[in-house]
């Protein structure tokens, strides 16, 4: 597959912070790409320097084979971005807003109506295009904010946070929209903290964290970074004062605390779950037990060494 984005080694400092520390990706044609990380791991930093809003501090990036410094307008022509922030006119229509950005964004007078229709259906606001965009509801804000980023039709697009704040309804809307654009050809690029976003609509998954990309494959490739098949969760009524016993444990390939709770790694749980509730390996009572496979949020905490929320 040919690629649509290339970057090495990006960085970007703001003082003496460092918020970019060196990423280097290859985004194929076609694909839904995510980058998934907690806020504050550089994923909107990425996003500015891709999509020309800021420069790099150091690094290259590449869309369809165009320069994001030294061929900015070229690399601007193919690509557009929906920022976490909303770029929305209230006193303006659904229908005037996407009108006003396909003016900025330079399409064709001729081109007009039809790429502003085609951004209504896309986000399925077709039937509220005349309603002032004051009245609508936060999710529908969101998606009429992905739609003006749709009217000049990039062949690259960089979706920062979409569904942060939005009712179920409306990130079904934003999900579907995503997946025809991708049946459409077009490159989704896709930043998120919320695991069951990047499992469930990313053919790929960049994990990111204080700048740095610490993984990247598909899901499959991700899960198979962890020895363990299985997480054992312990909740105690109040932190483990055992630990030790528990790492001793035959099975237990890692054992992470925090606070009462306590999570054990393991090949499998059931020889292991036998010996900490049957044997007594532990003093202290045990209010509730749950057992999980592997999953992208086991390889996250694996890999950060933290959850990730809100």
Not at 54 to 69: L, N, R
């Amino acid at each position: 597959m040919s690629a649509a984005l290339v970057t090495k080694n990006l960085r970007r400092s703001y003082d003496e912070r460092e918020a970019v520390r060196g990423i280097s990706l290859e985004v194929n044609e076609g694909e839904i790409f995510g980058l998934l990380g907690p806020n504050g791991a550089g994923k909107t930093t990425t996003l500015s320097m891709i999509s020309t809003r800021i420069w790099p501090t150091s690094g290259d990036a590449w869309v369809f084979g165009k320069h994001v410094v030294r061929e900015v307008h070229a690399a601007r022509r193919l690509l557009n971005v929906a920022p976490q922030e909303e770029s929305l006119y209230p006193d303006l229509t659904g229908q005037e807003n996407l009108e006003f950005f396909a003016r900025l964004w330079d399409v064709p007078r001729a081109d007009r109506p039809a790429r502003v229709e085609e951004a209504l259906e896309a986000v399925e606001l077709s039937g509220r295009r005349n309603d002032f965009v004051r009245s609508y509801s936060g999710g529908m804000r969101r998606r009429l904010n992905l739609g003006c980023a749709l009217v000049s039709s990039p062949r690259l697009v960089l979706l920062d946070e979409p569904t942060v704040g939005v009712d179920p309804q409306s990130r079904v809307h934003i999900f579907q929209a995503v997946r025809k654009l991708r049946e459409q050809g077009v490159t989704i690029l896709y930043t998120t903290h919320y695991l069951q976003e990047a499992e469930d609509l990313c053919d790929r998954i960049a994990i990111i964290d204080e700048g740095q990309v610490v993984a990247l494959g598909t899901l499959a490739e991700l899960l198979n970074l962890s020895t363990a098949t299985e997480v054992i969760e312990l909740r105690f009524a109040e932190p483990l004062r055992e630990e030790a016993a528990l790492a001793g444990l035959a099975g237990v390939q890692r054992v992470e605390s925090s606070g009462s709770l306590v999570r054990l790694f393991v090949s499998h749980a059931e020889p292991v779950l036998a010996a900490v509730c049957g044997q007594g390996v532990v003093k202290q009572p045990i209010i509730q037990v749950r057992v999980t496979p592997v999953s992208l949020e086991t390889i996250f905490i694996e890999l950060t060494g933290k959850e990730l929320r809100d």
